[in-house]
């Protein structure tokens, strides 16, 4: 399983930009996807995350209104786009991936549950 991350970088506070996780190396189905972040002196954090077969979705409080999450299954990405953003969005931002019964809710995503991660890419929210 491969999961490449892309489209961080650098903007001032209230842009907006929008990261990519392409997925591959499997069948999604039956997995959840998410994006996750991680600010310097600080542990990985929940943003957002998705049901592959359904497409519900949830997002952190903490972005609610503001991040929006969401895949596209013929391109096998998922997309966080993220408007409004604020200096304490700074982190490196990470999708992952864990394998999921429908019946389990997208709320208990955590860098725990995670069975795949891809690598980083940096969001810099400058003043």
């Known amino acids: 399983v491969q999961l490449q991350a892309s489209g961080g970088g650098l903007v001032q506070a209230g842009g907006s930009l929008r990261l990519s996780c392409a997925a591959s190396g499997r069948t999604f189905s039956s997995y959840r996807l998410g994006w996750f972040r991680q600010a310097p002196g600080k542990e990985r954090e929940f943003v957002a995350g998705?049901?592959?077969?359904?497409?519900?979705?949830h997002h952190a409080d903490s972005v609610k209104g503001r991040f929006t999450i969401s895949r596209d299954s013929v391109k096998n990405t998922v997309y966080l786009q993220m408007n409004s953003l604020e200096l304490e969005d700074t982190a490196v931002y990470y999708c992952g991936a864990d394998r999921s019964s429908d019946l389990v809710p997208l709320s208990t995503m955590s860098p725990r549950t995670i069975d795949y991660w891809g690598q980083g890419t940096q969001v810099t929210v400058s003043s």
């Open positions: 998705i049901r592959w077969r359904s497409g519900s979705r």
